[in-house]
Each structure stands twice: as structure tokens, then as C-alpha cells.
């Protein structure tokens, strides 16, 4: 939030953004049609920009005059017709093409998969809502769970797609869907799609992420998906999974040809000797994909920073990797938790509009994932040096020739003075020795000695 402090420059950077990724047209390809008077892309700007305003909608429609009534606004966020999920995923995709034009090809890009509490703890007659569990807490709350997958190249996340899922329970539901909606409508689908369980959702979004062809080596998360079944089946998406491991009773790994919990294979493998913050590694086996391939994996088992006998395992399904490499790449998944901390604490998620339609909450979560990816761009274009395009190559090479030159006039120099300091050569002579040796000197070099000193 900082990074947009005064509120005259809020319109100029809403513009530049909206303009630069050609949101109108995406809002076209993703089934945005205005109903009545008011166009789509103004509607979507008017509630874009409100919380950068620091005022609610009540309060900003009674002092600015813009044309907008509060119906406008309810109306555009309540149509079941919007397809949410691809304008969304069509406007991360056109960043993260702009973001690895900066990058090495060689930098490693992730996906990152995680849940977080959508909470609506005071509401009764919300669409959907339910009874779900908060990992943070370890309590119930009234909401939804926030299943949302994001890219991060280590500098930069952006959320690519999401679900607001209710509960596969009947009986954990406080309410049901609204009745009579048309079944081609995005609404209907995105609704059908929250009652299911959260690992056939996973795989749905995994899927619509690589039909878009997001580059990723990796996908990343926690414990709480780390199941031998995901695992193998992120595979048939062509990427890897590394994620953190639930020491359980429940989850077997076969390794040295018997099948163990995490805890006997940490007890029956060799530690690393002293106080080394990786204290074992070992291959084992997940089980057989769809066609009948074995699929082996990497664990690597990790000190807890608290010290003692704690510990912590991390599986990759990549086993080429090094157990330093397999570390550092889960480090990249700490950025979904910052995008959760920032949406909801500063980007106002699930409480700037307090509607009680399926459609409306995903489309406030959508334009407050849009906000983020806003201010994402603009993090770039301050921190990365790359991001004004040819002038920073032109800049480097200039700042490399002069570092050479000071190099080598500070040689030239010394030499000059050690002529006359210990070989007692008069000014004269020691002028001429070095005039001999510049002018002996290779082309490519002598061409960037400033021109009196060749002469001299």
C-alpha cells in the first residue's frame, strides 16, 4: 500500500493499468456485456478503485458525483453471467508473460496451492454458507474456504485462479444455492463446483491453469494436501511437487521394500553427524500413476529451528533435485501467505461488500485479487531495474566501460610513478616509456584510454 500514497495519483495509475493490459478487451473474451447504461469496465474501475479511496460505497456515492447508483453496482456484482475465473486468469497470464521477459529462463517459476478462511462469521442468510475449519485457530467458523492457486518466480506472486468452496457436507451448509438459476451460466458451474471436495476442485483449477500454459517447474504446499494420491496426480499435469509432510499414522511410504509411516523412516535412516540443519535424505516409493509407472520420492528431513530432536520433512517428486535446492525452492511458497495477509488486511477481502449472493463474493474476491496484481506490477516497476526495458542494458555496459577505464587509468598511473620513484627517470622519459607501451598495447583497449593521454 505504500507504494500509492497520494490519492490524486490513484486515477492515474487505475488508468495506466487498466490501459496497458487492455482489461476492456479481456472483459469482452471473459462474457463481460454491459446490461444497462453503465459500461462494464467503468463499473469494474468505480469498485476497483474504492478502496484506495479509503471510503465505503455508501459513503463515496454520497460525496463524489459520478453517475453510479448503488443498484449499478449490486447489479454488476449479482449477474451469474461473468465468467470471474477467466478474467482473472487471462490478466495474471499477460503479467507473468510480461515478469518472465525479465527473468532468466534458467530462474525457477512456481505454482503455489493453499487455502485460507474466508470468513463471514456474522452472516445467517448467505448463499452457501458453512460450517469450516480454520488451520490457523483450530476452530469452526461461518465462511468458506478460500482454495486459490498463485504464481511466484521468487520476486513476484500473482493469483492465477480460486474456488470459494462451501461444504460436500448437506448438513455442515447453514444455506443452499438460490433455486432456478440456468445451468450454462458460470453461476450455476461455480456453484455445483463448491460443494465438491477440495482435492477434485484441486485438480480442476490445476487444469485450468495449464490449459492457459502458465510456465511452472514446481507446484508447492503444505502438509494438509500432502498426500501420496495428489502427488501422483499433479504429475499427469507435467509438474513436479514439493511440499511439506504430515508426520501421520494414516500415510504410508514404501521404502527399502516395506511400507512405513514418516516417523519409522526417520528413526530407521542415518543421521547426518553434528548439528546439520539437513539431517538425512531418502528415496521412496508414492505408489503407480494411471498408466502403471512407479512414482518414487525424494524426503528430506530438515532440523527445526527451535533445535533439540524436532524436526521437519519436505517430500519432492522430483528426486534429482538436491536436498539445498529442494529447501530453497519450498521457500518460495512463504508468498501466497503474504497474499493472504495483504487481501485481507489492507485489500478489504470479504468485508468491503457485505452481499449474500454466491456471485457477488466472487466477484469482490476477483477485483480484490486484480487490486493485488496492481499493486504487484507497480512493486516491479520500482524495485526492478529491468522493467525500463534497453536503457538498463545501455546503462550497464556504459557503467562497465567506466569501472574498465578507472581500472586502467589507475594502473597507467601507479606505473607512471614507480618509473620516476625508482628508476629515477626524468618527467620527460617516463612520458615516453608510457607513450611506447599504450601505443603497444592491444586496439580494443587503447581505444577506451581517453585521447590526451595517448597523446601525452
Same mark, same amino acid.
Given at each position: 500500500?505504500?507504494?500509492?500514497?497520494?490519492?490524486?495519483?490513484?486515477?492515474?495509475?487505475?488508468? @495506466?493499468?487498466?490501459?496497458?493490459?487492455?482489461?476492456?478487451?479481456?472483459?469482452?473474451?471473459?462474457?463481460?456485456?454491459?446490461?444497462?447504461?453503465?459500461?462494464?469496465?467503468?463499473?469494474?474501475?468505480?469498485?476497483?478503485?474504492?478502496?484506495?479511496?479509503?471510503?465505503?460505497?455508501?459513503?463515496?456515492?454520497?460525496?463524489?458525483?459520478?453517475?453510479?447508483?448503488?443498484?449499478?453496482?449490486?447489479?454488476?456484482?449479482?449477474?451469474?453471467?461473468?465468467?470471474?475465473?477467466?478474467?482473472?486468469?487471462?490478466?495474471?497470464?499477460?503479467?507473468?508473460?510480461?515478469?518472465?521477459?525479465?527473468?532468466?529462463?534458467?530462474?525457477?517459476?512456481?505454482?503455489?496451492?493453499?487455502?485460507?478462511?474466508?470468513?463471514?462469521?456474522?452472516?445467517?442468510?448467505?448463499?452457501?454458507?458453512?460450517?469450516?475449519?480454520?488451520?490457523?485457530?483450530?476452530?469452526?467458523?461461518?465462511?468458506?474456504?478460500?482454495?486459490?492457486?498463485?504464481?511466484?518466480?521468487?520476486?513476484?506472486?500473482?493469483?492465477?485462479?480460486?474456488?470459494?468452496?462451501?461444504?460436500?457436507?448437506?448438513?455442515?451448509?447453514?444455506?443452499?444455492?438460490?433455486?432456478?438459476?440456468?445451468?450454462?451460466?458460470?453461476?450455476?458451474?461455480?456453484?455445483?463446483?463448491?460443494?465438491?471436495?477440495?482435492?477434485?476442485?484441486?485438480?480442476?483449477?490445476?487444469?485450468?491453469?495449464?490449459?492457459?500454459?502458465?510456465?511452472?517447474?514446481?507446484?508447492?504446499?503444505?502438509?494438509?494436501?500432502?498426500?501420496?494420491?495428489?502427488?501422483?496426480?499433479?504429475?499427469?499435469?507435467?509438474?513436479?511437487?514439493?511440499?511439506?509432510?504430515?508426520?501421520?499414522?494414516?500415510?504410508?511410504? @514404501?521404502?527399502?521394500?516395506?511400507?512405513?509411516?514418516?516417523?519409522?523412516?526417520?528413526?530407521?535412516?542415518?543421521?547426518?553427524?553434528?548439528?546439520?540443519?539437513?539431517?538425512?535424505?531418502?528415496?521412496?516409493?508414492?505408489?503407480?500413476?494411471?498408466?502403471?509407472?512407479?512414482?518414487?520420492?525424494?524426503?528430506?528431513?530438515?532440523?527445526?529451528?527451535?533445535?533439540?530432536?524436532?524436526?521437519?520433512?519436505?517430500?519432492?517428486?522430483?528426486?534429482?533435485?538436491?536436498?539445498?535446492?529442494?529447501?530453497?525452492?519450498?521457500?518460495?511458497?512463504?508468498?501466497?501467505?503474504?497474499?493472504?495477509?495483504?487481501?485481507?488486511?489492507?485489500?478489504?477481502?470479504?468485508?468491503?461488500?457485505?452481499?449474500?449472493?454466491?456471485?457477488?463474493?466472487?466477484?469482490?474476491?476477483?477485483?480484490?485479487?486484480?487490486?493485488?496484481?496492481?499493486?504487484?506490477?507497480?512493486?516491479?516497476?520500482?524495485?526492478?531495474?529491468?522493467?525500463?526495458?534497453?536503457?538498463?542494458?545501455?546503462?550497464?555496459?556504459?557503467?562497465?566501460?567506466?569501472?574498465?577505464?578507472?581500472?586502467?587509468?589507475?594502473?597507467?598511473?601507479?606505473?607512471?610513478?614507480?618509473?620516476?620513484?625508482?628508476?629515477?627517470?626524468?618527467?620527460?622519459?617516463?612520458?615516453?616509456?608510457?607513450?611506447?607501451?599504450?601505443?603497444?598495447?592491444?586496439?580494443?583497449?587503447?581505444?577506451?584510454?581517453?585521447?590526451?593521454?595517448?597523446?601525452?
Amino acid at each position: 500500500m505504500d507504494i500509492i500514497t497520494q490519492k490524486d495519483e490513484i486515477e492515474g495509475y487505475i488508468n @495506466k493499468f487498466f490501459k496497458e493490459y487492455r482489461i476492456g478487451s479481456i472483459l469482452s473474451e471473459s462474457n463481460f456485456n454491459k446490461e444497462k447504461g453503465i459500461s462494464t469496465v467503468f463499473l469494474l474501475k468505480f469498485i476497483f478503485k474504492l478502496v484506495f479511496t479509503g471510503k465505503n460505497l455508501y459513503r463515496f456515492l454520497q460525496t463524489e458525483e459520478i453517475g453510479v447508483a448503488k443498484d449499478s453496482v449490486y447489479r454488476f456484482l449479482n449477474s451469474c453471467r461473468y465468467n470471474w475465473k477467466k478474467l482473472l486468469l487471462l490478466l495474471s497470464c499477460k503479467v507473468i508473460k510480461w515478469i518472465t521477459s525479465l527473468t532468466s529462463e534458467e530462474r525457477i517459476k512456481v505454482l503455489i496451492l493453499d487455502d485460507s478462511l474466508y470468513s463471514r462469521s456474522r452472516s445467517k442468510a448467505v448463499e452457501l454458507l458453512a460450517r469450516v475449519y480454520d488451520h490457523v485457530e483450530h476452530k469452526y467458523y461461518r465462511g468458506f474456504r478460500m482454495l486459490t492457486v498463485g504464481w511466484s518466480d521468487g520476486a513476484t506472486f500473482m493469483p492465477l485462479t480460486f474456488s470459494l468452496l462451501s461444504s460436500e457436507n448437506e448438513e455442515n451448509r447453514f444455506c443452499e444455492e438460490k433455486a432456478g438459476l440456468d445451468k450454462r451460466s458460470n453461476g450455476y458451474k461455480r456453484r455445483v463446483e463448491s460443494t465438491k471436495k477440495a482435492t477434485e476442485v484441486l485438480f480442476n483449477l490445476l487444469a485450468e491453469v495449464t490449459n492457459y500454459k502458465v510456465a511452472a517447474q514446481y507446484i508447492l504446499f503444505d502438509s494438509w494436501f500432502a498426500y501420496p494420491s495428489i502427488i501422483i496426480g499433479t504429475l499427469k499435469y507435467g509438474i513436479n511437487t514439493i511440499c511439506m509432510l504430515k508426520d501421520t499414522p494414516k500415510i504410508f511410504y @514404501k521404502y527399502n521394500g516395506k511400507d512405513m509411516v514418516l516417523n519409522k523412516i526417520y528413526n530407521v535412516v542415518r543421521k547426518n553427524r553434528g548439528k546439520a540443519k539437513i539431517l538425512a535424505s531418502v528415496i521412496v516409493e508414492l505408489g503407480r500413476d494411471e498408466e502403471g509407472k512407479l512414482v518414487k520420492g525424494k524426503i528430506v528431513f530438515v532440523r527445526e529451528k527451535s533445535g533439540g530432536n524436532n524436526w521437519l520433512a519436505l517430500l519432492s517428486s522430483d528426486i534429482t533435485l538436491s536436498e539445498e535446492e529442494i529447501i530453497r525452492i519450498y521457500g518460495k511458497r512463504w508468498d501466497i501467505e503474504v497474499f493472504f495477509k495483504i487481501t485481507k488486511s489492507y485489500l478489504k477481502l470479504a468485508k468491503e461488500f457485505q452481499g449474500r449472493s454466491y456471485d457477488a463474493m466472487i466477484a469482490h474476491t476477483t477485483i480484490v485479487f486484480l487490486r493485488y496484481i496492481m499493486l504487484s506490477v507497480e512493486k516491479r516497476n520500482n524495485e526492478d531495474s529491468r522493467t525500463i526495458g534497453d536503457l538498463f542494458y545501455h546503462c550497464c555496459d556504459e557503467i562497465r566501460d567506466i569501472k574498465f577505464i578507472e581500472a586502467l587509468l589507475l594502473l597507467i598511473d601507479i606505473l607512471t610513478e614507480k618509473l620516476r620513484r625508482f628508476l629515477y627517470l626524468p618527467e620527460k622519459k617516463a612520458q615516453e616509456f608510457m607513450s611506447n607501451f599504450i601505443s603497444s598495447l592491444p586496439l580494443f583497449i587503447k581505444v577506451r584510454i581517453p585521447f590526451s593521454l595517448c597523446e601525452s
